[in-house]
């Protein structure tokens, strides 16, 4: 499994950003999808997952702000982040469970200035 995960940047407090992560190596629709993050000092929390059905869970931080999407044919999934806060400031990982085994990407840095 390879996830390669983009789009990360600043923009000031109330501003959007999109993620996108591409996957390959995997037979992409069949696997549930997932984004999470890591902000300083804290431990990696889930953010938003997306089943291969396309059945959407988010936490309760980003319910109405954060949008997951995938594409079946593009092999992708993504991220739409709007309203975003100083506390949104986190390195994202997109991650698939994989033969029992979670699998990240390599993390976009997203910083949210105040």
């Known amino acids: 499994v390879q996830l390669q995960a983009s789009g990360g940047g600043e923009v000031q407090a109330g501003g959007s950003l999109r993620l996108s992560c591409s996957a390959s190596r995997i037979m992409f629709r069949a696997y549930d999808m997932a984004w999470y993050r890591q902000a300083p000092g804290k431990e990696r929390e889930l953010v938003a997952s997306i089943t291969s059905s396309g059945v959407t869970t988010y936490a309760n931080p980003v319910k109405g702000r954060f949008i997951i999407s995938r594409d079946n044919f593009g092999d992708a999934v993504y991220l739409e982040m709007h309203s975003l806060r100083p506390e949104d400031t986190a390195v994202y990982y997109c991650?698939?469970?994989?033969?029992?085994?979670?699998?990240w990407g390599q993390g976009t840095l997203v910083t949210v200035s105040s």
């Open positions: 991650s698939t469970l994989d033969r029992g085994q979670r699998r």
